[in-house]
């Protein structure tokens, strides 16, 4: 799948979207596992956790390291270099038509250069091209960048968590 990337945005670039390689596979998911953990101790887990959520979600949704079914994960390419990878979760049994954006990772050194906008429009056009009705994700608050590129492109917020963390008390 390719796609040109918008106007104004490096419009002779041509985007796309391709399986991981087996050893590609592997360094993403250490990488994502970690990420995650690291997200979700930010978000107010403890350490061990964030590492024990993390890693059977990993379990979960990549059993022996392979992707379970209804996972998709690919590199994202544009001109031809792997610039990220974007992760697509096939809908829940009672929703099959709402499919997820678990991950979409662009590299530091390809940051700011509108590859996580083409990135989203490749994952809208291969949801879609799966049998997606809907595609919605999750970002967590901190991440203001993401944020502000996923209001450009019209996702709206569906669900808003507030958290206070609170003193401890000797009981």
């Known amino acids: 799948m390719t796609a040109s990337g918008p106007?104004?945005?490096?419009?002779?670039a041509t985007a796309g979207l391709r399986q991981l390689t087996p050893e590609e596979l592997a360094a993403w998911l250490a990488t994502s596992t970690a990420d995650y953990a690291d997200d979700l101790e930010a978000a107010g887990l403890s350490r061990a956790a964030a590492e024990r959520k993390a890693g059977e979600s990993t379990a979960r949704e990549f059993p022996h390291g392979v992707p379970a079914p209804g996972q998709h994960v690919y590199a994202v390419t544009?001109?031809?270099e792997?610039?990220?990878?974007?992760?697509l979760a096939a809908g829940a049994a009672d929703?099959?038509?709402?499919?997820?954006?678990?991950?979409i990772?662009?590299?530091d050194a390809f940051r700011g250069r509108g590859h996580g906008r083409r990135a989203m429009l490749l994952a809208e056009t291969e949801a879609a091209r799966l049998g997606a009705a809907k595609l919605t994700l999750n970002v967590f608050a901190r991440n203001t960048a993401a944020r502000a590129l996923y209001a450009s492109l019209a996702y709206e917020p569906t669900k808003i968590y507030l958290e206070?963390?609170?003193p401890s008390r000797e009981l």
Do not use: C, E, R, Y
């Open 7 to 12: 106007p104004g945005v490096g419009a002779a």
């Open 105 to 107: 990772l662009i590299f």
């Open 95 to 103: 929703d099959p038509a709402n499919w997820w954006i678990l991950d």
């Open 164 to 166: 206070k963390t609170l």
């Open 82 to 87: 792997h610039v990220g990878v974007l992760w």
């Open 78 to 80: 544009v001109s031809g």
